[in-house]
Antibody
Framework: QLQLHESGPGLVKPSETLSLTCTVS??????????WGWIRQPPGKGLDWIGS???????YYNPSLKSRVTISVDASKSQVSLRLSSVTAADTAVYYC????????????????WGKGTTVTVSS | QSVLTQPPSASGTPGQRVTIPCSGS????????VYWYQQVPGTAPKLLVY???QRPSGVPDRFSGSKSGTSASLAISGLRSDDEADYYC????????????FGGGTKLTVL
């Protein structure tokens, strides 16, 4: 049974780098036909896609965040990491990790399994 | 301002059929698949419908999706109290180098 568990600091200071980890269990993270992504949800607001990456090295990022985001897949630890630099209060949100399933070109992959999320607050 | 447009709220009584619309454009819904997610407050989103009208295993057939042109809709029949949740539509948008876009969410209240 696939499980995704997000973890990381719950409080980050403005201008610093937010680093989160998603631990994947019950599934082989190196499978080529899957991507791993991050989505966030500011308090009381809707969903905002951050980006996705595959074990083979393909990655896609939200153009509005691309200059600040890196997503990577670590097979040795079965983890997906997120790094978001130069954070501001606008980055305060619940951050979700998700598996993306599909086939063919990336636009046909979709988020089918989500973690429970982790809350990150940006404040001094 | 969300790229996909949904009404902020919808409601129905137990047993009723409710439809939640989602409006997009030629760069998203009009050119690719639509997905629907259910989010009970305080929990993670759950996939309800994929590729316009397909249900993952375990999702009751009371939930159905459809798409026409640049719009899509989620129908829930035989409404139950535990259907009370936020519902989001989503699609890949091929503008701005490509990105996933979501609707603003529709809060469904079961009266």
């Amino acid at each position: 049974q696939l499980q995704l568990h997000e973890s990381g600091p719950g409080l980050v200071k403005p201008s610093e780098t937010l680093s989160l980890t998603c631990t994947v269990s019950g599934f082989t993270i190196t499978r080529n036909d899957y991507y791993w992504g991050w989505i966030r949800q500011p308090p009381g607001k809707g969903l905002d896609w951050i980006g996705s990456a595959s074990y083979s090295g393909s990655d896609y990022y939200n153009p509005s965040l691309k200059s600040r985001v890196t997503i990577s897949v670590d097979a040795s630890k079965s983890q997906v990491s997120l790094r978001l630099s130069s954070v501001t209060a606008a980055d305060t949100a619940v951050y979700y990790c998700a598996r993306l399933s599909g086939s063919g070109s990336y636009e046909y992959y979709y988020m089918d399994v989500w973690g429970k999320g982790t809350t990150v607050t940006v404040s001094s | 301002q969300s790229v996909l447009t949904q009404p902020p709220s919808a409601s129905g009584t137990p047993g009723q059929r409710v439809t939640i619309p989602c409006s997009g454009s030629s760069s998203n819904i009009g050119s690719t698949y639509v997905y629907w997610y259910q989010q009970v407050p305080g929990t993670a989103p759950k996939l309800l419908v994929y590729r316009n009208d397909q249900r993952p295993s375990g999702v009751p057939d009371r939930f159905s999706g459809s798409k026409s042109g640049t719009s899509a809709s989620l129908a829930i029949s035989g409404l139950r109290s535990d259907d009370e949740a936020d519902y989001y539509c989503a699609a890949w948008d091929d503008s701005l180098s490509g990105r996933w876009v979501f609707g603003g969410g529709t809060k469904l209240t079961v009266l």
